[in-house]
Nanobody, 116 residues
Framework: QVQLAESGGGLVQPGESLRLSCAASGGGFSIEAMGWYRQAPGKEREFVAL???????NYADSVKGRFTISRDNGKNTVSLQMNSLKPSDTAVYYCFVDTTMLGRKWGQGTQVTVSP
């Protein structure tokens, strides 16, 4: 089984920063990619960023240059540094991991609200 624990969401003003973290625990799996999706009210869940075990990163166009994803392979953690936040970044952010044996697993989500 894989458990994902997310942290770091909150309420900030436009232009401010937040850092999200996600830790994967459990046994019997090997993680390939880790990353984040988000879902705003009334909208579908959308891709935000991912990072592979080899360090390759990919970002949604809407967050390029503002968000930075990183991971610690030894600790099975992934972080998302979010700078220059906009109201349009308001959403529930979901961590995911892609494992070799168990497929994709999701975290429970953490709320990010950007409001004056």
């Amino acid at each position: 089984q894989v458990q994902l624990a997310e942290s770091g969401g909150g309420l900030v003003q436009p232009g401010e920063s937040l850092r999200l973290s996600c830790a994967a625990s459990g046994g019997g799996f090997s993680i390939e990619a880790m990353g984040w999706y988000r879902q705003a009210p009334g909208k579908e869940r959308e891709f935000v960023a991912l990072i592979t075990s080899g360090g390759f990163t990919n970002y949604a166009d809407s967050v390029k240059g503002r968000f930075t994803i990183s991971r610690d392979n030894g600790k099975n953690t992934v972080s998302l540094q979010m700078n220059s936040l906009k109201p349009s970044d308001t959403a529930v952010y979901y961590c995911f991991v892609d494992t070799t044996m168990l497929g994709r697993k999701w975290g429970q989500g953490t709320q990010v609200t950007v409001s004056p």
